[in-house]
């Protein structure tokens, strides 16, 4: 199908038609094109997330690939990366490569595979990591995410074999001696009060100061998952300045909510690094607004009922991300970061950081037709039960946020409209 999307704003405020024929924007109108009428929305390139859990293999009963980017397109994302603590691990180039053609088989938007850095995520031996590489998965990002690599050898060994192809290192930063499997709970009032463990800004903040110093000394690149705390943006922007090859990333949930919705120990809310006070909350909104932390990340994590229906402690971490992303981003920052500002955030640097070809790419001819239509005004209660993902557990249901998602293309096909 081809298509022409009549009067749509680019993010530099330009308003013109763009033109979709197989799959790639051309410079004149097709022949046999449906017509899609953009007056007075935005198009902006389709939305990349670095940082998806897509839970195939395992846990097909809280997400499937199919699912999952079913969601992520109802999101505006075009390209998802999968973190690799499925059941079995990604740690191999075979189950990359199964990745890889899950997302194929599904066609709602690309699915890039992220490889484990170590066997099993036991954070023991490497993975892997130049076979898969080279499998037909050409994976360049690895992440034993859901774990930190504590290690600082192991770190450094993984960050020097990636370096040869540019790949990425990507860390999820957590000391585990100073937040270790209790901590649940951003460590403050709230969590003595609450009786949870609290989970320290410095057990983040060291681990990323480790993982910087790794990456100067081996010249290679870090990227610095789910960043949550002040201290940990303060390290990040101390790095960059020295010239370090650092990269970070905020989850919308980060910015948008905070510690006091443990009050009532709904499990919802319990994620992994801990929701935090207003004073980080702040830091790290600036933080992407000034551009060190270069992308949002939706660290989407759905989980079954019978994971979240405990006793806070036991309950998984994790809350539901792609839907409403871009909404919170919005919310949050919109105005500060500008249409240009969020198409950066959100799909031209993490297509760039993740090494994706034919994402995060100008709405230019020649171009694969990867874009999203945003309508600017529209706002909507969130309605949990309204999800093309199988799971629930979403922190935004009941909030009134922007409802902007109206069209997304992937490849020239349309993968969501409303
Ligand atoms: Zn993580």
């Not at 901590?183 to 990323?208: N, T």
């Not at 919109?334 to 950066?344: F, K, Q, S, T, Y």
């Not at 997304?408 to 409209?417: A, L, W």
Request: contains cysteine; hydrophobic residues 40%; charged residues 20%.
């Amino acid at each position: 199908m081809n298509h022409i999307i009549s009067g749509a704003m680019l993010p530099d405020g330009t308003i013109t038609d763009l033109f979709v024929a197989d799959g790639v924007l051309v410079d004149e109108a097709p022949s046999g094109a449906q017509t899609i009428d953009a007056q007075g929305l935005v198009v902006l390139p389709g939305l990349v997330d670095m940082h998806t859990h897509l839970r195939e293999p395992g846990r097909e009963d809280a997400e499937t690939v199919e699912s999952g980017t079913l969601a992520a397109a109802r999101g505006g994302f075009t390209a998802v990366c999968a973190m690799a603590n499925t059941q079995p691990v990604t740690d191999t180039a075979e189950k990359a490569e199964h990745i890889l053609d899950l997302g194929e088989q599904a066609g709602h938007a690309q699915v890039v595979p992220i490889g484990a850095i170590s066997e099993g995520l036991k954070g023991e031996r490497l993975a892997e990591l130049a076979l898969m590489h080279r499998s037909r998965a050409n994976v360049r990002m690895f992440s034993d995410d859901g774990m930190c690599l504590m290690d600082a050898q192991l770190m450094r060994r993984a960050l020097e074999w990636v370096k040869p192809f540019g790949g990425l290192i990507a860390q999820h930063s957590q000391d585990s001696q100073l937040a270790g499997p209790g901590a649940c709970c951003h460590e403050s009032e709230i969590s003595g009060r609450l009786g949870l463990g609290g989970w320290p800004p410095v057990a983040e903040a060291v681990i990323v100061a480790r993982d910087v110093m790794l990456a100067e000394a081996t010249g290679s690149r870090v990227h610095v998952c789910h960043i949550s705390t002040a201290e940990g943006v303060d390290v990040v922007r101390w790095a960059k300045r020295r010239g370090i090859q650092v990269t970070a990333e905020v989850t919308p949930h980060h910015l948008l909510l905070g510690t006091e919705l443990l009050e009532g120990y709904d499990t919802t809310f319990k994620v992994n690094p801990p929701l935090r006070t207003s004073e980080h909350r702040e830091a790290i909104r600036e933080a992407l607004i000034d551009g060190t932390i270069d992308v949002v990340g939706t660290d989407h994590a759905p989980h079954a009922p019978q994971d979240k229906d405990h006793a806070f402690v036991d309950a998984r971490p994790g809350m539901l991300g792609l839907e409403q992303a871009l909404a919170v981003v919005m919310e949050v920052a919109g105005e500060e970061l500008g249409w240009g500002g969020i198409a950066d955030r959100m799909s031209v640097a993490p297509a760039r950081i993740a090494g994706i070809a034919g994402q995060g790419r100008p709405l230019a001819p020649g171009e694969p037709a990867n874009l999203v239509l945003v309508d600017p005004s529209a706002r909507a209660v969130v309605d949990k039960r309204e999800s093309a993902s199988l799971s629930r557990n979403n922190p935004y249901d009941g909030l009134d946020l922007p409802d902007p998602v109206r069209l997304t293309m992937y490849r020239g096909r349309i993968t969501h409209q409303r």
